[in-house]
């Protein structure tokens, strides 16, 4: 008996040492339970974290929103990258909603235990233990109402939602679904509709603003309450500079600033530009255009106002394109989307219509390639039978000899027609297709010598793709409105695209256009129907069209009067520096005509000897006023007395009592304003320096 209680001690003792051993399993073995259940759970019902919509979006080159689509809920809320917004932004919201953000893990212990004893010794809530993990939760799974198993819902989605994502990841689902006022839901949103910009760069004030408006977006709204939404934007204020995230004056001057009085409508450019994109992959929801908004907003602001000064129902499309690349930069369907006595949502820059005169340089440019012409060679500018086909000018006059130069600078109609007669039709549309662009010619017509006039249809988009060639020596750039690579086809000999280009860049620009060292051409279409003008320097393209979209004529509509200057302003308004056009290739240069070979002095039509032969046109004569011919005074002042000649070899040197005009002109009509009563003698010296003068007596 004695030694049996010892070992029963013994026995107990090491049953007692067990113990601990098998709570701490137990606790281990609960743990581990535990820790599975909530995993089983956690996988079970995890947080809803992209089961939301955002809006479609239409941006341009940069990333700046050009135009966008409302979520099927009728919201506007884009997704949104942290780098895209304002650091300083993100900081202020940090330090007031979260400040120990990056050190916990969805919960804030401390910022709950103060706002628990802030309710207890106030009776009240003063402040929130949310922390941006948790308001994240209660954004992708709103509540109707405020209670205790919502918040712990929160907390536990809070631990699930860090648990899933970085924080960063947390910020930036955080920006794109917090609520601003109305429909905006997100920072992108919110800084587009309360202050028109990207998120990239904020003032102090308005970065304040916006960190205060999730919290009660509607009572804060600054349309509608302006007094709630300053006296919260100078809270956020007063504390970062208490706590020293901003310096104090910068707060102060930040409370001198105004809140928005009105919400901003989201912009809509290249809407006709953005439509294809989106008619492409209409479920993608973010599409880049190459097209530069600034550049896209500038010149559709150039074709509204012109339109209007143009008159009614008469629309503008521009199209700009990068010829080395061939981005379109800016793409101006018409004078506005939403003008609707306009017909402001058809796309003109894609619309079929006669160029009219713009193909001559292309013309030109195989005449150069084949040897034929050179800028001095001299052409005939007179009535001409074609086979049955009679070409007229424009202005229903004839210059007679004139060099090639002239001839394309003025835009003659009939040494175009010769040129394409002997250069040939097909030649010119297959270097078209070659190139990318098919020529709309009428059913069952083959190419004909019309085509110099605009005998055929084209788009604006296309015409700007062909005078690609010239800033390019030659290469035409397929053009695009969508990233991706371009293909390059040669359209003319690089030595061949310099003289055009040389020739173009003499033309005189429209009056009232400052020149800016670019080259271009205009058109006007059978029957007033289309104005053009496509102009470039040594890298850019842009073409103008103007019009009625429905085709129906505008009494004096012309590429020069109309489309010209619309052409220059929008060069000047791209906010591109105009490049030097391209310089001459190897063995290209402009000759005299003292210089040129005989074959090249003269072009031949086919009905001349390749040798020199004497002018064709007669000596020049006045025929309006006759000689002896009487200007009667009107009340106030003298009339304008109208010029006009016969035959004489252009330009022409006007002289009024042996005083020169201010200005030589290639056309035979002028008009001159009397200087005073009394006889004058009025002579005209043609560039041959034959002459002719009447007397006229001034009553």
Known sequence: MAMALPTKLIMQARACRRWPVLALGATAIIGMTLMATLRSLDAAYPPPLDHFDVSTEVVDRNGALLRSLATPQGVWRFTVALDDVDPRFVDMLIAYEDRRFYAHR???????????????????????????????????????????????????????????????????????????????????????????????????????????????????????????ALAA??????????????????????????????????????????????????????????????????????????????????????????????????????????????????????????????????????????????????????????????????????????????????????????????????????????????????????????????????????????????????????????????????????????????????????????????????????GYRDAWSVGFDGRHVIGVWVGRPDGAPVPGLAGYQSAAPILFEAFAKSGVAILSLPRPPTGAFRSSYSDLPITLRRFATGKEELQERPLAEPAPQIIFPPQGARVERIEGGLNTVALKLQGGRAPFRWLANGRAFDSVSRRRTMTWVPTGAGFSTLTVIDAAGRSDSVKLFVE
């Not at 013309?363 to 009679?390: C, H, K, M």
């Not at 394309?408 to 175009?416: C, I």
């Open 106 to 228: 969805g919960i804030d212990l401390i910022a709950i235990g103060r706002a628990a004893l802030q309710l207890v010794t106030n009776g009240r809530i003063v402040s929130g233990g949310s922390t941006i993990s948790m308001q994240l939760a209660r954004l992708i799974e709103p509540r109707e109402k405020r209670s205790l198993s919502a918040k712990i819902r929160q907390m536990l989605r809070a631990v699930q939602i860090e648990r899933r994502l970085g924080k960063d990841e947390i910020l930036e689902r955080y920006l794109t679904l917090a609520p601003y006022g109305g429909n905006l839901e997100g920072i992108r949103a919110a800084t587009l509709g309360w202050y028109g910009k990207e998120p990239k760069r904020l003032l102090v004030s308005e970065a304040a603003l916006l960190v205060a408006l999730p919290q009660l977006p509607e009572r804060r709204r600054p349309d509608t309450n302006p007094v709630n």
């Open 233 to 526: 934007r100078d809270r956020v204020l007063e504390r970062m500079a208490s706590e020293q995230h901003i310096d104090k004056g910068e707060a102060e001057r930040g409370m001198m600033d105004s809140v928005p009085s009105q919400r901003l409508a989201l912009p809509f450019l290249a809407a006709h530009a953005a439509q294809r994109a989106l008619a492409i992959a209409p479920l993608q929801k973010r599409h880049q255009l190459t097209i530069d908004r600034r550049t896209q907003e500038a010149l559709e602001r150039v074709a509204h106002l012109a339109a209007t000064q143009l008159g009614p129902r008469i629309s503008v499309a521009i199209v700009m394109a990068d010829a080395h690349n061939g981005d379109v930069i800016a793409d101006v369907g018409s004078a506005g989307f939403f003008d609707s006595t306009r017909a402001g949502w058809v796309d003109m820059t894609r619309a079929v219509r006669s160029p009219g005169s713009t193909l001559k340089p292309f013309i030109y440019g195989l005449a150069f390639e084949e040897g034929l012409v050179a800028q001095e060679t001299v052409i005939e500018d007179r009535p001409s039978n074609f086979s049955g086909y009679r070409p007229r000018n424009f202005d229903l006059a004839y210059q007679g000899d004139v060099s090639i130069r002239t001839a394309l600078q003025m835009s003659l109609n009939v040494p175009a027609v010769h040129l394409l007669d002997s250069v040939g039709p097909a030649k010119l549309t297959t270097r078209f297709r070659q190139a990318g662009i098919e020529m709309a010619l009428p059913r069952f017509e083959r190419p004909g010598l019309a085509i110099a006039l605009g005998g055929a249809g084209i788009s604006l988009h296309d015409l700007v793709q062909l005078y690609t060639a010239f800033p390019n020596l030659g290469e035409v750039t397929s053009l695009g409105n969508l990233p991706g690579p371009r293909q390059r086809s040669r359209l003319l000999e690089s030595a061949a695209s310099w003289q055009v280009s040389d020739m173009l860049g003499g033309i005189t620009p429209p009056e009232g256009s400052r020149r800016q060292g670019i080259a271009y051409k205009t058109g006007t279409s059978y």
